[in-house]
């Protein structure tokens, strides 16, 4: 399926971490360009690099200077973005700082006559999860209530907010499964799992879908 991507520019933060990256990769894959943003400068320089290598259009940055400056990084790069995927937001304790990244995102979209947010939650938003702090959950589920309130605040602005809720996918560079053991279906699944669904919803192919946060977990939720 043609996700209708190709000229699309994407900003794409959390790009160091396993997820992030398939969905940095699944973007490119379908002919968008990415500005790759992480705390870690080395690790979103090198995933640039490799992407550059495979035919992408890509830059990167440090998220440590803040979602702002990343938004006018993409406008001097690009334009501007019409596509962001704002990953490991679970990760933080501040509140605040998520819904200020969220607002700005949804600002920047807006001025430019619309566009897509997804939001990296957790299967632990919901459900209990061994092993996952409280603050880690608690984040995840204020995540998923962010993503209900702006897609319907932001819909008149042409702005399209969802979620996707990640368990049982197994980091390949640790070996470590994230999350939740997938099952029913058996064994954890790869990043790109998540990357298919992410790129699904922050294409025009899902224009009609906002607000809902999607679990990807191999059934776990489900007994």
Not at 56 to 70: H, I, N, P, Y
Not at 91 to 120: F, W
Request: charged share 20%; proline share 2%; net charge negative.
């Amino acid at each position: 399926m043609d996700l209708e991507l190709k000229g699309k520019t994407a900003l794409v933060t959390g790009a160091g971490s396993v997820i992030g990256e398939a969905v940095a990769r699944r973007l490119v894959d379908e002919g968008a360009a990415v500005l790759l943003a992480d705390e870690s400068a080395a690790a979103a320089d090198e995933l640039a690099a490799a992407l550059r290598g495979a035919g992408g259009e890509v830059e990167s940055s440090t998220s440590d200077r803040g979602v702002d400056a990343l938004l006018a990084a993409a406008t001097e790069w690009r334009g501007g973005v019409q596509l962001a995927w704002l990953g490991d937001m679970a990760g933080t304790s501040d509140l605040a700082e998520v819904i200020g990244s969220v607002e700005a995102v949804a600002d920047h979209l807006a001025s430019r006559g619309g566009g897509s947010i997804v939001m990296q939650s957790t299967t632990a938003a919901a459900w209990d999860v061994p092993g996952v702090s409280a603050e880690y959950a608690a984040m995840g589920a204020a995540i998923v209530q962010l993503a209900r309130q702006a897609g319907a605040r932001r819909a008149g602005d042409g702005v399209r907010v969802n979620a996707v809720c990640p368990g049982g996918i197994e980091d390949s560079r640790t070996g470590r499964v994230i999350d939740q053991a997938a099952v029913p279906l058996a064994g954890a699944a790869p990043a790109a799992e998540v990357a298919d669904v992410a790129a699904f919803l922050l294409s025009p192919r899902a224009d009609y879908t906002t607000g809902q946060a999607i679990v990807i977990d191999g059934g776990a939720s489900i007994i």
